[in-house]
C-alpha cells in the first residue's frame, strides 16, 4: 500500500514539473498538421484579431464564418454598371502560438464555397508587438500545393472602448504575389474594421468584422465575418 502511494505522489509531481507550455506545443503540431492538410489558394482580407499577443508559450484559437460579398460589376443597357454580389461563403480557423510575449507564430486555414466552386488556403507567418496590446505587425505567406502565393504585410491597431470588454480593431494591408501560384494578377489592398466583445478580453473575444479588398480590373469586393478567440491555457487554468 505504500509503495503504490508512492508511486502515485511521484506521478503527481512529475506532472506538475511538465513546462506549462509542453501541452500547448503539442497541440499546436496538431494543429498544423492538420491545417496543412488544405493547401489550395485565394486571396483572405479579413484578420478576426486583435493587436494584442497570445503571450509566451500560451495557445489562442479562433474559429470563423465569413460572407464574401464579391462585388461582380456586370454591364446592363438600361442601367449601366451594375454590381451584384456573389453567393460565397468561407469556413477558417486560426491558430496563434506565443514565441514570447511579443511575439506570435500563427496558422491559418480558410475554405471558401459556393454553388460552382470551392477554394482552400493556409497562411503562416510571425505576428510582432509593436506597441503593447495597441499596435502590431503581421507577416503572413499564404502557400498552394506548399508553394508561397502571396505574402500579405498588415498592420493590426486596437483601440479599447470599455476597458478589457469591448474594441475596436482596425487594420490594413497590401496583397503581394510570389513565384508560386497566381491567385490574382497585380498588386491588392485591403483594410478591415472589426470588433472584439467579451467579458475579459484576455481569456475570449466575439469578433464581427467587415474588411474590403480591391481587385485590379473590378470592384471594390467585402466581406462580412464572425469569429471567436479563445485561449486554451487560459481555459484549463480557470477550470482548476
Known amino acids: 500500500m505504500k509503495k503504490r502511494t508512492n508511486q502515485i505522489i511521484e506521478w503527481n509531481e512529475a506532472k506538475a514539473s511538465r513546462k506549462p507550455g509542453a501541452w500547448s ?24 484579431q486583435s493587436a494584442r499577443t497570445a503571450g509566451k508559450d500560451q495557445l489562442e484559437i479562433t474559429p470563423s464564418y465569413t460572407q464574401v460579398l464579391d462585388l461582380e460589376t456586370k454591364t446592363s443597357p438600361e442601367k449601366g454598371a451594375v454590381s451584384t454580389p456573389a453567393s460565397a461563403r468561407a469556413l477558417g480557423i486560426q491558430a496563434a502560438y506565443g514565441l514570447s510575449e511579443k511575439c506570435d507564430l500563427r496558422f491559418r486555414s480558410v475554405h471558401f464555397y459556393s454553388p460552382v466552386s470551392h477554394k482552400t488556403v493556409f497562411s503562416a507567418g510571425i505576428k510582432v508587438s509593436l506597441l503593447k496590446e495597441r499596435m502590431a505587425a503581421y507577416f503572413p505567406i499564404w502557400f498552394v500545393d506548399f508553394r508561397p502565393a502571396q505574402f500579405q504585410p498588415t498592420l493590426l491597431v486596437s483601440f ?76 484549463r487554468r480557470h477550470k482548476q
Do not use: D
Not at 25 to 47: D, H, N, T
Not at 163 to 174: A, D, F, T, Y
Not at 187 to 213: D, H, K, M
Not at 216 to 226: F, M, N, Q, V, Y
Open 25 to 48: 506545443r503539442k497541440l499546436l503540431v496538431i494543429l498544423m498538421a492538420s491545417i496543412g492538410l488544405f493547401v489550395r489558394c485565394a486571396p483572405v482580407a479579413y484578420e478576426l
Open 160 to 235: 479599447p472602448l470599455v476597458k478589457n470588454k469591448v474594441e475596436l480593431n482596425p487594420s490594413g494591408k497590401v496583397l503581394l504575389t510570389l513565384a508560386g501560384v497566381n491567385p490574382m494578377t497585380g498588386l491588392l489592398v485591403a483594410a478591415n474594421l472589426g470588433f472584439a466583445v467579451s467579458t475579459n478580453l484576455s481569456r475570449w473575444a466575439l469578433r464581427p468584422e467587415y474588411s474590403l479588398i480591391h481587385q485590379r480590373g473590378k470592384a471594390w469586393a467585402g466581406s462580412i465575418s464572425i469569429g471567436l478567440t479563445f485561449k486554451l491555457n487560459g481555459l
